[in-house]
């Protein structure tokens, strides 16, 4: 009896050394289920990054706080964050490096240009990708089943901007400029499109790129059309130089209008106090935080956590991820094969009641106008 005894003692001391415990299997056994995120963390879009990332990371930090339990297994949730800088080689690089790490689902990327080519990258290796920003149209017409939106495309957004310039404000004339991008491009043309049929005319179309800071040449050549308003199709590091010159060009009576690439709080600092920022009507694919039966909660707890972090697309990677961890406990498994297609199923997020039309975009999304007044950004619907 004696030696057993011993040998148990050195048993229990060889565990406590070692960090171990002598619980039950049941007990010990662990899940860690890791969800990828991509967004540009580094160059002019790196706060529109941060901001996705900080809600992805909400999400984690709440999912892991309720002690998930999947496949018998206690479930413990690990964000794999990485950084595109809104370039699309960047993004297939990463979307192959997140395949490679085996993540069980993917939340992004940001930008349609970088979003468009990593969808391929994750539907050959079978992972499941929840973009929270990506807005290109063509983003769900490629034929991937496990892709998902999960806010409006730009056919809503730049026809709703369209619509507002015709009917609301009587607007004669406009004249449109875009960056090029996936997203630009495709927003401005929307907005050109339904524009005319709504029988505005398009006296000048302009191009620039997501790079550029100076826009003098184009909005002189602009201004010599006389339009009531400007379309920029592209996002807020372009459209706050954009604002300062048409100040200074005495475009200050010309509408700015932009999609939800423009639409955020950092576009006041980045206009820095152009008196133009009161013109800048824009539009974002969902419906404002303050008029959500959670929206204003979630704002507050955001804001604790991450001051003045806050721009756009934050509650949406937020949805993006809970929506994942739903699918995966409705299906009992972690596994991308297994729980993909119950994403389709949807669920009750912050933004929207969450349910998908089969090629993966969102069901009546909802639309809200803004607009800059008094230094805040204020929902004109």
Request: charged fraction near 20%; include cysteine.
């Amino acid at each position: 009896m004696k030696i057993r005894f011993a040998h148990s003692l050195n048993v229990v001391a060889a565990a406590a050394a070692l960090g171990l415990t002598l619980a039950g299997p049941a007990a010990q056994a662990q899940t860690v289920v890791k969800i990828g995120h991509v967004a540009p963390i580094s160059g002019p879009q790196a706060h529109y990054g941060r901001d996705n990332e900080n809600g992805a990371r909400l999400a984690i930090e709440e999912l892991n706080a309720q002690g998930l339990t999947i496949g018998g297994k206690t479930v413990k949730f690990e964000l794999l964050a990485e950084d595109d800088a809104a370039d699309p080689k960047q993004g297939t690089a990463v979307a192959q490096k997140l395949c490679d790490a085996k993540v069980n689902g993917v939340v992004g990327h940001l930008n349609s240009g970088t979003t468009i080519p990593a969808a391929k990258v994750y539907a050959q290796c079978g992972l499941p990708m929840v973009t929270p920003s990506a807005t290109n149209p063509e983003l769900t017409q490629l034929g991937y089943k496990s892709v998902y939106r999960l806010l409006a495309n730009d056919n809503a957004l730049g026809a709703g901007l369209a619509n507002y310039a015709a009917h609301t404000l009587k607007l004669k004339k406009v004249a449109i400029i875009d960056d090029r991008t996936a997203y630009g491009q495709g927003v401005a043309e929307v907005f050109a499109k339904t524009a005319k049929l709504l029988g505005l005319e398009v006296v000048s179309q302009q191009y620039t790129n997501d790079k550029a800071v100076d826009f003098s040449a184009i909005l002189t050549s602009i201004k010599s059309k006389k339009p009531d308003g400007i379309f920029f199709g592209g996002m807020d590091p372009q459209a706050g130089p954009m604002l300062r010159q048409m100040q200074q060009l005495g475009l200050n009576k010309a509408y700015l209008f932009g999609g939800d690439g423009i639409c955020t709080d950092k576009l006041m600092d980045l206009s820095s106090g152009a008196k133009t920022l009161a013109n800048v009507v824009c539009a974002v694919g969902g419906a404002s935080l303050d008029k959500l039966p959670n929206g204003k909660a979630w704002r507050a707890k955001y804001d604790a956590k991450f001051p003045g972090q806050f721009q756009v697309y934050s509650p949406y990677t937020y949805d993006a991820t809970m929506l994942l961890a739903d699918a995966m406990k409705r299906a009992n498994s972690v596994d991308p094969k297994v729980y993909a297609a119950k994403l389709a199923d949807g669920f009750q997020g912050v933004t929207a009641k969450v349910a998908f039309e089969p090629n993966g975009d969102l069901k009546n999304p909802a639309m809200t106008l803004y607009a800059y007044k008094d230094g805040k950004k204020v929902a004109l619907n």
